[in-house]
């Protein structure tokens, strides 16, 4: 690249952080204009996932979960923040008095060009969050905002409107992430999306939180540290408080704060593999009723998540940037039907069946036909492409895969129920359409399944690659920190599972790029002529001090509907 300036989708100039030059804001940078260079210094043990009832601040009010920011629109996005008004207004306590707190979006780190100011009330019925959408901003245009109760203020947030529709836009680039366990390591891979500088939006895929105790779910069974409540969250005080605990961690907060997210929940936002009407972690009775269970966790995300959403409404939605590319986030969980039994269930094509729901397949298809932008990017939270188990394997190596992916049935058909593969008739609809339309530049983005993975979506899996037919590219990111097959195994990275890799690949012949140990996150460029992900892997998610390294690199030329490695 030498000295070349490139821009963003908002026009900032831009150099990628391996190379130096110019940089919109780093953490530290962030950290020091927040004031918060001490706290972020500060004993992790005394800051990151305390307690919440032994949660405490010399000072309050105080903002001690950061602020954020998330769906950026032309002329809006969203911002967010919690205040502790009071020793009492614990997270999930509902105690605390109502309070007003006072908020500003401006043009300059400084505050000296103030674009839009306000107030916003809040008290123990939100669980002391805040939410707020100032309007009339401007497209394309990079914002500092902040908040401030009693004299007290919040760190500052830096954030982004989106382009105006139409408008032409030269690069796109987001970090995408999933499935990140508080309990199985650190989250150093947010540290890193953080210390780039370079991201227009992070989009997050699903699983920011997990539902489950200390010891039932962590780092080969190794607590790194513990859940707060120190149960299996299912009740509204629950929910609360596992999202507040998670936004105590400095690298998330760091993020957060860096740069606006486009989230949507996959299953352990809930229970493990949930579904409209239960989960299969979830017992009716002994934990209550589902509907009582989900709504709360509903309650919970709409009141600690920057997603423009409610209870009582929806969170598939669509977001433009420009005419380069849209991003349509999917709801895979409120809809479903329940899981077939297994994969030979002859149920499990029934179009009577659905992942979606008919109400957002009608809104996802007719997305597809939208000329409103060139690349049309799917977050969705779980795989598409149609994946079967090789007869090649080990017991063992069965056994780990189907642990790992959710497997219920292992007889050389499509293995996972609780993906597409569980819904063919969807899919059908799905493939159908952007087939007999003729749709191209279609990608979906995905998580769920710990592992790393580019792959074409064929029309006809059966007769691929003879016939050459993709009708879509996907790319699946890895875990932040959740297990993975080496993990499972109980064996080093990139050893015993190279193997199984390479099963796969020779079974399914439309997967280009497998990688089933590695821990971490993606970086997605898109431009007018490609989109390309990069894969970054962690040393060792266990350590604070964890390093990064780019592992692979595969992208997408406009009009192939097919992934290749990128050079």
Not at 235 to 259: F, G, I, P, S, W
Not at 278 to 294: D, I
Request: hydrophobic share 40%; net charge negative.
């Amino acid at each position: 690249m030498g000295g070349e300036q490139v821009t963003d989708a908002y026009g900032t100039a831009i150099r990628h952080p391996q190379t130096g030059g110019m940089s919109s804001l780093n953490r530290r940078d962030l950290l020091r204009s927040a004031g918060v260079i001490a706290f972020a210094g500060a004993s992790a043990s005394a800051v990151e996932g305390r307690p919440a009832q032994a949660a405490g601040s010399a000072v309050l009010p105080d903002f001690r979960h950061g602020v954020a920011s998330g769906d950026p629109l032309p002329d809006s996005v969203l911002l967010w923040t919690r205040i502790t008004p009071t020793p009492d207004a614990l997270p999930g306590s509902g105690l605390g008095s109502d309070v007003t707190v006072d908020w500003e979006v401006a043009e300059d780190s400084g505050f000296l060009r103030v674009a839009a100011s306000g107030s916003a009330a809040t008290g123990p019925s939100r669980d002391h969050t805040v939410k707020v959408v100032p309007a009339g901003l401007r497209p394309g245009t990079t914002y500092w905002y902040r908040f401030s109760v009693a004299g007290v203020t919040s760190p500052t947030g830096r954030t982004r409107t989106a382009p105006a529709a139409g408008a032409a836009v030269d690069r796109l680039r987001m970090g995408v992430v999933s499935c990140a366990n508080w309990q199985a390591g650190y989250f150093s891979a947010y540290r890193y999306l953080a210390d780039r500088g370079d991201l227009d939006v992070v989009l997050h895929l699903g699983d920011y939180l997990y539902e489950y105790a200390p010891g039932e779910y962590q780092a080969r069974d190794v607590v790194v540290r513990p859940h707060d409540p120190a149960v299996e969250m299912t009740t509204l005080a629950h929910y609360r408080r596992r999202h507040a605990q998670y936004k105590t961690d400095l690298d998330l907060q760091a993020l957060h704060a860096a740069v606006p997210f486009v989230v949507t929940w996959d299953d352990h936002e809930f229970a493990n593999d949930a579904w409209s009407g239960g989960a299969e972690n979830h017992t009716e009775g002994a934990e209550g009723t589902w509907v009582v269970r989900r709504e709360a966790s509903k309650q919970a995300y709409a009141e600690w998540m920057p997603v423009r959403f409610e209870p009582g409404g929806h969170i598939y939605r669509r977001f433009t940037f420009g005419s380069l590319a849209s991003i349509s986030m999917l709801d895979l969980r409120s809809y479903r039907s329940q899981q077939a039994a297994s994969v030979a269930d002859p149920a499990i094509g029934s179009p009577t069946r659905t992942l979606t729901g008919d109400a957002q397949m009608n809104w996802l298809l007719d997305g597809f036909s939208s000329r409103q932008a060139q690349w049309k990017l799917i977050g969705n939270p779980v795989m598409i492409a149609p994946v079967r188990f090789p007869s090649t394997l080990s017991t063992q190596e069965v056994g780990a895969v189907g642990q790992l992916l959710g497997s219920t049935t292992i007889d050389g058909v499509p293995y996972n129920v609780d993906q597409w593969d569980g819904y063919t008739a969807d899919r059908s609809r799905v493939i159908g359409h952007l087939r007999d339309n003729a749709i191209t530049d279609t990608v979906f983005l995905t998580g769920d399944i710990h592992s790393g993975w580019a792959c074409d979506v064929p029309a006809d899996p059966l007769t691929y690659p003879s016939n050459g037919a993709s009708v879509a590219a996907e790319l699946v990111c890895t875990s932040v920190t959740s297990d993975n097959l080496d993990d499972i195994l109980g064996t080093p990275p990139r050893t015993a599972s190279l193997a199984v890799e390479e099963a796969f690949k020779t079974a399914n012949p439309h997967v280009k790029y497998l990688d089933f140990d590695s821990h971490g996150f993606s970086v997605l460029e898109v431009t007018p002529s490609a989109l390309r992900m990069d894969w970054y892997v962690l040393s060792e998610r266990t350590n604070r001090a964890a390093t990064s390294s780019l592992s692979a690199s595969w992208q997408v030329d406009a009009g192939t509907q097919s992934v290749r490695l990128a050079r």
